[in-house]
């Protein structure tokens, strides 16, 4: 649910999309950048919306949540580049103003605008009832080098992919 989330952020940060004829599809390694990029707001936002619902000692609430989101941020920066011309290519078509607008900001107002967007939609559309599943993924993933957890979801999506699950939301995944 919280992949799902980054990406409807992704989507809503190019509002051009939904009026593209037709979504370019991005490859795993393009997907991987925005998942890289998104993951520390989205982990911020799940903090937001979970933490107060699970019990005390639960990793939501831990320090241990601090220092995965801390490491995210860190290498958040490494993914923009990528996740940038990412949302700019979910973009080509559109017949919206307002995207060409987008890719005219600067970086930092953009990732800004990107990070406040991502954190406060999962933290209003995560159900509270899958914080508890969230939270045991969250803790098994923490270990993971940011990259690795990225570049495993994108490996993911891909093989749906393959296997005929191409589009997720409006985003069609490239199958090589």
Known sequence: MTLRLILA???AIAPGI????????LTTGEFSALIGYGMPAALSGTVDRCAKTLPADAFLRSDDAKAMIARYTAAKSTQW???KAAVLKMGNGSKSD???LLGAMPDPVLQTLAD???AGLVASQLPIERCPVVNRMLSLLAPLP??????AVGLAIGIGARAGQSRIGKVAICTP
């Open 9 to 11: 952020a992704a989507l």
């Open 18 to 25: 939904a009026h593209a004829a037709e979504a370019p599809c």
């Open 81 to 83: 580049p990528r996740a």
């Open 98 to 100: 307002a995207f060409g």
């Open 116 to 118: 406040t967007f991502v």
């Open 146 to 151: 940011p990259e690795t957890t990225a570049q």
